[in-house]
């Protein structure tokens, strides 16, 4: 296509294009933007090498002109002007995210990439903002999807901008080094089934932190288990002996990090819930710990109903707490995994689960529940004249024109309705009532006077250069849930959310400017 | 959870972890198994850089050991062995994809990213293996996914992946350049949009290709118009000189290459349909392109009913054909892209469409009906003891012991049934009673007396090294054909296709083993 155009010799051809998307993701009634930081480093790497300019010679048919590889071979995207959201904003469907300026050519070209980083970052920090809000700020989240997401840098993909949507760590070590993003993980069960017997353990010894004695961890931790097994009421006979050998050695491993699985030999039986031997064996190597001057940090259930599981855990943790006067016992932390989407969270809420952090893989990074979100890529303007793309949908019709975008807020300093205008209009002002018109239902419009008007685009790329310094992914964070505060309650709830007033609010001036451009260009059809 | 391994001594254990999954995808009886070539690759450039163990320093506990890190350092894949089924092998639930032998630590080290690599490549292949079935051989199948991938190098593994699966190419130049693969793509609705009128036509002569004379493409495709819109009944009115304008261009670009998209102008009108415009200025270039000595390619549709497009474009072709006996002219391309998934195929093909390319993006590189294959790493044995991960779940139950695995063929040449063996058992005999058993229900067994006895697995890395040069992605895009032959048609086909059997058969003696094991480690609980 490049070469089409370069061959019709529009090479001085100016664009404007519109990066947006039609519908929020997952039933909601917002969406947040991520993935600019990567635009701008595309932006700044943009080339073509030399062995691309190869590979295209023996790809493209043998009639492109040479002349059109030297034309390649210059290509920057000094000439480019990226106006954009700020990064980690709530936005809303048809508020273009990005819009692009620049020779027509190039834009064209940045199109597929443009839309990639911003359409897979944007669905995810979307799905782990909805996770955090279905959470509450007080759980923990954990992003642990690499096995599961699209390739190793999917999986990159997905823990960055999971951290950025509101999740506190990963399981991606190399995320955690690249981004500098919390890395948390637990064991696996295979840790525990490695470990047939007490023979299996090699080391049994620790220092005591007090007084720097070597203390035996195998026999304090099977003292331990028989007056817990009582407090408890779960019999020693029920606790798997190679289970108790497989925490005691991670104990010793990490005596101050001391968080284990507790559903390896989660057999169902009669009246009996599972996690017994699980329960029973880490509280006894958490005694032995804390008579060594060590704190636990907790467990981890990988299957059940862990609403229930989590609940008898709490209790077995306040006991120990009490007859044994550790006030830090019963705040042991319980952390839950297997399969955990929104609605699990929410479905656990209502059973008040006593869960404080959530370690969550295929459903976060795959966002099962609506897997892309359709961002697409639609021309505006060519050298200072509007283009529209007419449909039989109207949903698919695009806004003409170079345009701006304002959000308008109310008295309660919440978010009221995104506006979009013709550039070359003033903007709305704090104050003074503005008519904000449905694109197309003519008598959908309201009047607003807003006490805050926020212009929503800045130029992040222009002359070559990103023109200010990035945000770090800590600022981004932050930015989401800033952002998701201007937003009314309701807008975020996961039933039935109320919707952001229209899709998009248009200006008067554009309204006008969009109706008499879709007559104009609409054939008039003949009835038969 | 290695510093534990490693702390509790275990450096020298040895391990048996088999990579499985338990359902197949997409409501399927069958998954194509991919990424075993990637898996190779890992395993050959395995190591810890130091900048990994530097930022392992700062992320682990201050009590790790350096000697850790030290052990770290040279830590290599050397001791390793990975059996594997054939890359590109049809597989079932259950049966290990690959089975992993070596140090415990180090297999375990291992774990996340083989998943990684194996997870989404076998579920793209499997995806676009089923579109390849749903649209027949007959019909062109383009991978168009970029967009809407897990972030660029998602996408890569998507181009890849489905074309092992049997597409026949992809939009993504890159993916083209790193892997060989076939690219392809058209010009977008926004080139068209770029033309207004004719004047935006900066270039209209192109070459004759047997006199070598410039002729202008402008004139003759004007010229054409009017006899065309005669035939077509179409209106020259109804037809975008915009629209004709870019096409002309296009077309003298890509002479030998000209395929157009003709639904931008696509408002429908009454009783009209669609596509008016487009299909008579595309007919219009294409006879001006024929005057020339050229032949164009076709048309791609990117909206409306694909299935009563493709007719109607179909009947235009032909009508052009017949009246300027132009054979080929017939047989032009129709190409439809627009949200296809597998659904849309079948639907398509029950409305006897005339579609001979589909270009197919976001279902298919997000695999939206299923994002996720549940491709799991289970301890299996350790130093030569079975280990057996029992759940009150019977489908979570591990099978214990290392285990080789064989496709047995009836007397029609299909396969019948895959069967797991303990790998110290003797190899089913061709023309020998097998007893093949349901892992789980002692009454579901059956006979079989093989024709053919094909072993599953081969060891492809041992030593440090891949065992065999690696199949090119064309000799993996056959295995997959050639494999999902020996499948009988019930069990490939969309609407409740025929299980395979049971989810995998095991040999009388892996039965026993099994359930003796299973006995010894559930622990006996009382009724209450």
Redesign the interface.
């Known amino acids: 296509?490049a070469?089409?155009?370069?061959?019709?010799?529009?090479v001085k051809?100016v664009?404007v294009?519109d990066l947006f998307f039609r519908q929020n993701p997952f039933g909601g009634e917002f969406t947040i933007f991520a993935g600019l930081g990567e635009c701008l480093k595309f932006l700044q790497n943009f080339h073509y090498s030399d062995?691309?300019i190869e590979?295209?010679k023996t790809?493209l048919?043998a009639?492109i002109e040479d002349e059109f590889f030297v034309f390649l071979k210059h290509l920057t995207t000094n000439d480019v002007t990226v106006y954009a959201l700020e990064e980690g904003s709530v936005t809303f469907p048809r508020v273009p995210l990005l819009r692009v300026e620049g020779p027509?050519i190039v834009v064209?070209i940045l199109?597929?990439?443009l839309?990639?980083?911003v359409?897979?970052?944007s669905l995810m920090a979307t799905n782990a903002a909805r996770y955090r809000l279905a959470a509450g700020k007080d759980v923990r989240l954990l992003e642990f999807g690499?096995?599961?997401?699209?390739?190793?840098?999917?999986?990159?993909?997905?823990s960055k901008y999971s951290y950025i949507g509101g999740f506190d760590g990963t399981?991606n070590?190399l995320a955690?080094?690249m981004f500098h993003i919390p890395?948390k993980?637990?064991?696996?069960?295979?840790?525990i089934?490695?470990f047939?017997n007490f023979s299996?353990?090699?080391?049994k010894m620790l220092l005591d932190r007090i007084t720097g004695d070597e203390k035996d961890m195998l026999q304090l931790s099977l003292h331990w288990r028989v007056p817990l097994s009582g407090l408890l009421d779960i019999l020693t006979?029920?606790a798997?002996d190679g289970e108790l050998a497989a925490l005691i050695?991670?104990a010793?491993?990490?005596?101050?990090?001391f968080i284990a699985l507790v559903d390896?030999?989660?057999?169902?039986?009669?009246?009996?819930i599972?996690c017994r031997?699980g329960l029973l064996n880490f509280c006894a190597v958490a005694m032995a710990l804390n008579d060594l001057g060590y704190r636990a940090i907790g467990i981890r259930i990988d299957?059940?109903d862990l609403a229930y599981l989590s609940n008898k855990a709490r209790e077995v943790f306040v006991k120990i707490s009490h007859k044994y006067n550790l006030p830090w016992f019963a705040e042991l932390q319980i952390m839950a995994s297997n399969d955990i989407n929104e609605e699990t969270i929410l479905s656990l809420n209502e059973q008040n689960h006593k869960i404080d952090c959530f370690a969550i893989g295929?459903h976060l990074?795959?966002?099962?529940r609506q897997?892309?979100?359709?961002?697409v890529?639609?021309?505006v303007e060519?050298n200072g004249?509007p283009?529209?793309?007419?449909?039989?949908?109207v949903v698919?019709i695009t806004m003409p024109g170079r345009k701006d975008a304002y959000r308008l807020y109310g008295a309660d300093g919440h978010a009221l309705i995104d506006l979009l205008q013709r550039a070359v209009e003033n903007p709305p002002e704090v104050g003074a009532r503005v008519l904000c018109r449905h694109p197309f239902q003519e008598s959908k419009r309201a009047y607003v006077i807003p006490t805050r008007v926020e212009p929503l685009y800045k130029a992040y790329w222009s002359g070559g250069k990103v023109r200010d310094p990035l945000p770090s992914l800590e600022e981004v964070r932050l930015r989401v849930q800033s952002s998701l505060q201007t937003l009314r309650q309701d807008h975020k709830r996961n039933l039935n959310p109320t919707p952001y007033k229209v899709q998009v609010a248009v200006s008067d001036d554009l309204y006008n400017f969009i109706h008499d451009l879709w007559l104009e260009n609409?054939?008039i059809?003949?009835?038969?």
Chains 1, 2 share one sequence.
């Not at 070469?3 to 529009?10: E, I, Q, T």
């Open positions: 296509m070469y089409a155009y370069w061959k019709s010799g529009r051809d664009a294009f062995s691309d590979y295209l790809t048919p009639s027509l064209q199109e597929t990439t839309l990639t980083l359409n897979y970052a690499l096995r599961r997401a699209q390739g190793p840098d999917g999986g990159l993909s997905a399981s070590v955690g080094k890395v993980g637990t064991h696996a069960h295979a840790y089934t490695s047939s299996d353990l090699q080391t006979d029920e798997s050695s991670f010793i491993a990490f005596p101050d990090g390896t030999y989660d057999v169902k039986r009669s009246s009996l599972g031997s299957s059940g295929t990074v795959t966002c099962q897997p892309a979100l359709g961002c890529f639609k021309l060519i004249t283009r529209i793309k007419l449909s039989q949908d698919k609409a054939p059809g003949e009835l038969s």
